[in-house]
């Protein structure tokens, strides 16, 4: 927890660092709320809709994707997940992804891309490969897992790196979200979060 805050029922805090917003997960997780940095205030909140799991917010489809891919159990005896917080509208500019049940301490890369796959686990990975194609990989976000086992990824959806040259988010395309995380379990260590459908309007 950063600072002081009004809400009940407040579940944790994250802080961008760029620019310095506060966003914190109300609970149960209903709704994600926007606190000013100085006086821990509310500045807005934004109603997430109940999907397979509590908090999946997107326009359109409002699924996990898992129809075509699964998610492998890691240490913690959870599978990570991947959670998207908005409204898929391409107007605003950005979208808030969350990643769930990851081991403590562990590195976390975000991956997107606008074609779903279902790689099955080989070498050193324990995980499915959900994602394929020309990967957007937020490399400037690398996050390590605290011990509340939940990253957020603030993207700017008209700057996602893909190669040879970043990419923006267009209306009516469908954009598939997955994280890879070191873990180990048993010979395995590196995982595959559970991915997330974002219809963009």
Do not use: K, M
């Not at 940095?37 to 807005?44: D, E, H, R, V, Y």
């Not at 898929?88 to 808030?96: A, E, I, P």
């Not at 990975?125 to 957007?136: E, H, K, P």
């Not at 690398?142 to 993207?155: D, G, I, K, T």
């Amino acid at each position: 927890l950063v600072g002081p805050h009004g809400v009940p029922g407040l579940e944790d805090v994250y802080c961008d660092p760029i620019t310095g917003r506060y966003w914190g997960v109300a609970g149960p997780i209903s709704e994600l709320v926007e606190l000013d940095p100085l006086t821990g205030l509310l500045i807005s909140i934004i109603g997430l809709d109940a999907g397979p799991f509590t908090g999946i917010a997107s326009y359109g489809n409002r699924d996990t994707t898992t129809s075509f891919c699964i998610a492998s159990v890691n240490s913690t005896g959870e599978a990570a997940r991947t959670l998207t917080f908005g409204h898929g509208f391409v107007s605003t500019g950005n979208l808030l992804v969350a990643v769930e049940n990851l081991p403590v301490g562990q590195p976390v890369l975000l991956l997107a891309s606008r074609a779903h796959s279902f790689i099955p686990p080989s070498d050193n990975t324990v995980g499915y490969q959900c994602v394929i194609g020309n990967l957007a990989i937020f490399r400037n976000q690398l996050s390590f897992a605290p011990y509340s086992r939940r990253v957020f990824f603030e993207l700017d959806l008209t700057n996602f790196p893909t190669r040879p040259v970043s990419t923006s988010v267009q209306v009516g395309e469908t954009w598939y979200f997955q994280s890879w995380y070191r873990d180990r379990v048993g010979i395995y260590t590196t995982n595959f979060s559970l991915p997330s459908e974002v219809l963009f309007q």
